[in-house]
């Protein structure tokens, strides 16, 4: 009888703190939303006036009317293209070694935690390896090896260094996502490490692999301090015909026209910025379709 | 016969074995690649920071309060820029560190699966979208709105713009990350507070977000992190003005920016002014390298597990 009287339920008084703090969730969710529209709106306001086909096909210019987008476009496809075809082989190898070579010995624990320390890196140390590394071929002491200058190839180094942490999490996330019954079977009819690795647990596991691939691509497309690092160039009236030559890139040419002062270089960089949105949601609308693809069919 | 048959099955199978080597061997080249990025960062930033400290000593970088290497008369004081360095990430995880955790909360507690499945992969999209166009919605957007409504005396470069982006950009890791770390409590301690009769209040906020504590203070350290690295939306928001100011309306310089605007200018390769920008990154990799290495530790240390 004593214990009931003093236990007061306030049951009423608990339901509208709860009600209350469930609204306050609700809001902070829905006001990350709200700013990812806001951005969008501010964006696409600004953008839209000056977005053409001449803007995709003309050169910078003096003048915001003529100035277009396209050595920007074409350079980050050059650098883009070379950064896939780097680290898309050595991002796999380096995760078929962790999950199907090495041992669970310190090295192997060593060089994970590497990984995961890597991936907390600020982009601009990369820019910083980039530029003594690939850009002058130096380590700041010992012999001079001549670098590759500000060139395409350069920057995709660069970009490869800094989006292997991510491939390789994704790719070995995937790889050990094969049920370990394959291996067994494929070392069961005789066949050595690399051919299980490379008839049997690869094709399993590439459509995850391809996925991290491209979300990892699509950070590297809209990194800008490294390349600005590395000395991609602001004012570029040509596009790139091999990785040896300059280039700039989308952000790198969006962020010229953000300094200026005129209005006109601003909208400008509105547009570019719709262009280098659109390229994004692409890409990332190819991985959403190859991870649907082989959710269907496992 | 049978022996010549052996010799060649011999034969073949040593030329597998080295095959199998050599690939072993490739693949561990390939998983070495990232080892020797580590070094060679280490390698650049300590060789390069040393020749910066021979010509000025560690106590003025790390205690005079000016930082004006590029003027004629030179200060080396790194202050200024971890000042505002620091002004930026903290001012970002007030914005960030709220927010993304009441939408982990809404995400793990409260949406139902449907709305969850649109909601997270939403906000996700913060994460990535380009700090460059974080730094034109600062510009064009958050300043204007910060000087029409509050602050009138607002320059086009200041503090509190880049504040409120890079905290909105460092959303998605607390809310993500946390997430998972609280649909990581068991069904089982949720289900024992309601049987004693706590209300879906007490449950989150006595028992999920305690148990759940660990993977949210790593959330948190991670965001900072990212918030001290961040570079290109505080190069175009906060302005190229190094001040020891705690106040988020002025202009200020990160250890970022700087890095952005000596490579910008046509600063000699070399010089010591050039040089300044290996000691400045020493200084940004060591703190974010900190950050990280104390978030592994928190979760290592404090996680709470159920088996």
């Known amino acids: 009888m004593s214990v009931e009287s003093a236990y007061r339920p306030r049951l009423a008084y608990r339901h509208a703190v709860g009600t209350a703090f469930r609204w306050i969730t609700a809001a902070g969710a829905l006001l990350g939303i709200v700013l990812l529209a806001l951005l969008l709106t501010d964006v696409a306001r600004d953008g839209t006036r000056l977005l053409s086909w001449d803007f995709l096909n003309a050169f910078p210019s003096r003048f915001p009317e003529q100035a277009g987008f396209k050595a920007a476009l074409w350079g980050s496809i050059w650098v883009i293209g070379f950064t896939a075809l780097l680290s898309f082989p050595i991002g796999v190898g380096a995760a078929l070694y962790l999950e199907e070579y090495s041992g669970r010995g310190r090295l192997t624990r060593l060089i994970q935690l590497n990984i995961s320390n890597l991936a907390g890196v600020p982009s601009i140390v990369f820019g910083i390896l980039g530029l003594q590394l690939f850009v002058r071929g130096t380590l700041g002491f010992g012999p001079d090896l001549g670098g590759f200058g500000r060139s395409v190839i350069a920057g995709s180094l660069t970009l490869t260094l800094l989006i292997l942490p991510i491939v390789i999490v994704a790719a070995q996330e995937s790889v050990r996502a094969v049920p370990s019954s394959i291996r067994e079977a494929s070392y069961g009819v005789g066949a050595t490490r690399w051919q299980t690795v490379w008839h049997h647990v690869l094709p399993q596991a590439l459509p995850g692999i391809l996925t991290g691939m491209i979300l990892a691509l699509s950070r590297a497309i809209g990194e800008t301090a490294p390349l600005i690092m590395i000395g991609a160039l602001t004012f570029v009236a040509f596009v790139p015909e091999g990785p040896g030559d300059p280039f700039t890139a989308m952000p790198i040419q969006i962020f010229n026209w953000v300094g200026r002062p005129q209005a006109d270089f601003r909208d400008l960089a509105a547009t570019g910025i719709i262009v280098l949105l659109v390229v994004l949601l692409a890409m990332n609308a190819v991985a959403v379709y190859v991870r649907q693809r082989t959710q269907r069919n496992v | ?307």
């Open chain 2, 1 to 307: 016969m049978a022996a010549s048959a052996n010799q060649v099955r011999f034969a073949r199978n040593r030329r597998r074995h080295l095959i199998e080597q050599a690939i072993g061997g490739a693949l561990f080249a390939c998983a070495s690649v990232t080892v020797v990025t580590t070094v060679g960062i280490v390698v650049i930033l300590l060789g390069e920071g040393a020749t910066f400290f021979q010509d000025v000593s560690v106590i003025e970088f790390l205690t005079n309060d000016r930082w004006t290497p590029l003027f004629a008369s030179k200060n080396f004081g790194v202050l200024p820029l971890v000042s505002g360095t620091l002004l930026i990430a903290v001012g970002a995880s007030l914005v960030a560190l709220p927010i993304g955790t009441v939408s982990a909360v809404f995400l793990s507690e409260y949406a139902s699966p449907h709305v969850r499945g649109v909601v997270k992969p939403v906000l996700e999209v913060l994460a990535g979208i380009p700090t460059v166009v974080y730094g034109y919605f600062a510009l064009t957007f958050i300043t204007p709105l910060l000087r029409d409504s509050f602050f009138p005396e607002l320059g086009p470069f200041n503090a509190v713009s880049a504040i409120v982006v890079v905290g909105v950009m460092i959303i998605p890791m607390v809310s993500s990350l946390s997430d998972d770390a609280m649909r990581a409590v068991p069904v089982a301690l949720r289900e024992g507070a309601y049987g004693v009769g706590a209300t879906r209040f007490e449950v989150v906020t006595r028992i999920v977000l305690p148990a759940a504590l660990s993977g949210i203070v790593a959330s948190y350290l991670l965001a900072i992190s990212r918030a001290i690295g961040e570079t290109m939306a505080v190069t175009i928001a906060a302005g190229a003005t190094p001040h020891l100011t705690f106040n988020p309306l002025e202009s200020v310089q990160t250890m970022t920016a700087y890095i952005v605007q000596v490579s910008l200018g046509d600063t000699p390769h070399g010089s010591l002014e050039y040089r300044t920008i290996f000691a400045v990154g020493a200084t940004l990799f060591t703190m974010t390298l900190g950050m990280n290495i104390i978030a592994r530790r928190v979760v290592g240390r404090f996680q709470e597990t159920y088996e």
